[in-house]
């Protein structure tokens, strides 16, 4: 009869054993950073090329266009358009490379192994909208297109207007250089509120810090953007309205003109000395004004919230209304006492009617003013007695959590040295069983 004896392993093995888990855990987080910052720095630089390939293709864009407006057909001129093929080839490229690189930045910042699992309907549909839109520019060929002869206006138009879309580089390179995003404390703040560092979220950041700046060259862009646009629709007699017009209208098709007409349909004026005379000059002044009313709402938002006090000025200002209150109400207290005393002494000494109902109708305007301020003191102390009855619950429970802290630490103390006893006490215990077990062995043998 054999006796098989299995391998006793000490707690203070196991011990070991977690510290050599715990530092390869340690390692791996670190090779994960290193990893996270390298791919946000790949990200970046590659959304900044991305960003100069776009504008590259739409300043070429913007020479093409102006170039066959005016009928130049050169062979320096013809050379344009296969440049802007070759630019979009390498930015739909750039495209393709920067969203595998964000994959990537996802899955480690989400501690996923195989990045596949990141792949979503949602997130493919939104590569995919960003291809289309990358890919939109004018094909390159060499024909006289246009001329209000030909019937591909519309194509011309769904080729140009549409690459203005590739701005939206210039807010992801924006998102990608701030230092919410740039610096690791930021991002882990985030992360640790569960609050995503995304382009909506940065954007929103600026909007609040820099408000005046930031909308300003928005409406500025879109500005420029909004009048070029009409400028081409109009002297290219894109989609127009009557057939019979052929020639482009000089009162509209020269820039100044179209920015002027920009403008006033910007700002909801609408003076109609000028009216655009082409389907494609209708649809961007349509869009136009609805910026013009988005802006207008965002402008008064931007207004409101710099006109308003912080909390420091709020409660300054609130003083000093109280403390003239109760000035005023001190002045009223002694105008209904002064004529008070007067009415009576007119009734009982000098019966003036005329007198007599003049100081009642001021003793009856200095009551009412009383009343008004009356209530004025007791709307504000109601105010005030409700703020601090919130800054008064909060310091409670603020106490009460640090109170709970307290004993959830010193409860967790205690139940590590009970750990501890109990890992001594289970070593002594194995030590007396193997040492039982063999002496009972030896005694066997």
């Known amino acids: 009869m054999s006796i098989e004896l299995t391998e006793v392993i000490p707690m203070s093995g196991l011990r070991s054993k977690k510290l050599i888990n715990e530092e390869n855990s340690v390692l791996t987080m670190k090779r994960s950073l290193v990893e996270r910052k ?16 776009a504008l590259f293709g739409l300043i070429l864009m913007i020479i093409d266009t102006e170039c066959r407006l005016d009928q130049v057909y050169e062979n320096n001129i013809i050379m344009i358009r296969p440049l802007i093929s070759i630019s979009t080839a390498f930015l739909v490229g750039l495209v393709i490379y920067y969203h595998s690189l964000d994959i990537r930045l996802y899955a480690i910042n989400n501690h996923i192994a195989d990045w596949r699992v990141t792949l979503k309907i949602r997130g493919i549909m939104m590569v995919i909208c960003e291809i289309i839109i990358c890919i939109i520019h004018p094909l390159p060929y060499v024909s006289k297109y246009l001329s209000s002869d030909n019937g591909l ?68 862009i879109i500005l420029l953007i909004t009048s070029w646009s009409m400028h081409v ?16 209208n000089s009162s509209t098709s020269s820039f100044l003109n179209a920015t002027w007409l920009t403008i006033v349909t910007f700002t909801t004026v609408g003076y109609g000395d000028l009216v655009p005379q082409t389907y494609c000059g209708r649809g961007i ?24 006090l912080n909390r420091s000025e709020q409660m300054v200002l609130d003083f000093v209304n109280r403390i003239n209150c109760a000035r005023e109400y001190r002045m009223n207290i002694m105008q209904i006492i002064v004529h008070s005393v007067r ?87 194995l030590e007396i069983l193997t040492r039982n077990n063999s002496n009972s062995q030896h005694s066997w043998l």
Not at 39 to 53: A, K, S
Not at 174 to 198: D, E, F, K
Not at 285 to 308: P, R
Not at 372 to 382: E, Y
């Open 285 to 308: 002044a349509f869009l136009t004004s609805f910026f013009g009313v988005f802006a207008s709402a965002v402008l008064i938002a931007v207004f409101i919230s710099k006109i308003s």
């Open 38 to 53: 390298e791919l946000h720095f790949r990200c970046r630089r590659v959304n900044d090329i991305m960003c100069i390939i």
């Open 153 to 220: 206006a519309w194509i011309n138009m769904i080729m140009t207007l549409p690459m203005f879309g590739r701005l939206y580089l210039i807010a992801r390179s924006v998102t990608l250089h701030s230092p919410l995003v740039s610096a690791a404390s930021s991002r882990t703040i985030g992360y640790l509120n569960r609050v995503p560092m995304t382009i909506s979220f940065i954007l929103r950041a600026f909007l609040q810090t820099y408000p005046v700046a930031c909308w300003s060259s928005m409406m500025i």
């Open 343 to 429: 009415a009576w002494f007119l009734r009982r000494h000098k019966p003036n009617y005329r007198s007599t109902f003049m100081t009642l109708c001021r003793l009856h305007t200095a009551i009412q003013a009383a009343k008004v301020i009356k209530k004025q003191q007791r709307n504000a102390i109601n105010g005030n007695e409700s703020l601090i009855a919130i800054l008064t619950n909060v310091f409670y429970e603020q106490k009460a959590n640090e109170k709970n802290l307290i004993k959830l630490k010193q409860y967790s103390d205690s139940i590590h040295n009970r750990i501890n006893r109990l890992e001594t006490k289970l070593d002594t215990l």
């Open 233 to 248: 629709c109009e002297k290219g007699i894109w989609i127009p309205i009557h057939s019979s017009l052929s020639h482009s």
